[in-house]
T-cell receptor, first 113, second 111 residues
């Protein structure tokens, strides 16, 4: 089956720890994205990547980092500098960026204790 | 820059009634428009999209939307809703490299 996988589905971490969220796709898409979703709010873009070894900051990149070493993978690290990291994190991918449908993974719910 | 406004944060409706979820956008350039649905604790699933051509777009699960350029709107409609349509619905606009989402509308279908 083609699609996007995110792991784990639920993640708990202590305050001050860095944590990395996994996102893998086998759709052969060039572009990948990370969004953050808070209760009652829409999605906000954290980072996106149009091609391997290249990525751009979105609207709320502070306290986050990414890498794009392989086409299939776009991991997101939530650092201790992120002041309010508890949220639902969604990864997406598309063939390119403008006009193409973004396909979403199932999400990771991060809770910082 | 573009922005998306979903005018209703919650829409309660009885089963088998029609529903309209409103979406207005602003952009200085031509846009592509999308509606996504999100069920609890899941990712987003595409309902339909408008790229060009006919302004009436049909999607999955019996939903449709109409692009109105003069009113900068892209409202989502369904003539008869089911309990299973209970979910969060997001309107989004794509111009350039960014997809901008509205705040979402929670559709609550009651028996």
């Amino acid at each position: 089956d083609g699609g996007i996988t995110q792991s784990p589905k639920y993640l708990f971490r202590k305050e001050g720890q860095n944590v990395t969220l996994s996102c893998e796709q086998n759709l052969n898409h060039d572009a990948m994205y990370w969004y953050r979703q808070d209760p009652g709010q829409g999605l906000r873009l954290i980072y996106y990547s149009q091609i391997v070894n290249d990525f751009q900051k979105g609207d709320i990149a502070e306290g986050y980092s990414v890498s794009r070493e392989k086409k299939e993978s776009f991991p997101l690290t939530v650092t201790s500098a992120q002041k309010n990291p508890t949220a639902f994190y969604l990864c997406a991918s598309s063939l390119r960026t403008e006009g193409d449908t973004q396909y979403f993974g199932p999400g990771t719910r991060l809770t910082v204790l | 820059a573009q922005s998306v406004t979903q005018l209703d944060s919650q829409v309660p409706v009885f089963e088998e009634a029609p529903v309209e979820l409103r979406c207005n956008y602003s952009s200085s350039v031509s846009v592509y428009l999308f509606w996504y649905v999100q069920y609890p604790n899941q990712g987003l699933q595409l309902l339909l999209k408008y790229l060009s051509g006919s302004t009436l777009v049909k999607g999955i699960n019996g939903f449709e939307a109409e692009f109105n350029k003069s009113q900068t709107s892209f409202h989502l409609r369904k003539p008869s809703v089911h309990i299973s349509d209970t979910a969060e619905y997001f309107c989004a606009v794509n111009a350039g490299n960014m997809l901008t989402f509205g705040g979402g509308t929670r559709l609550m279908v009651k028996p």
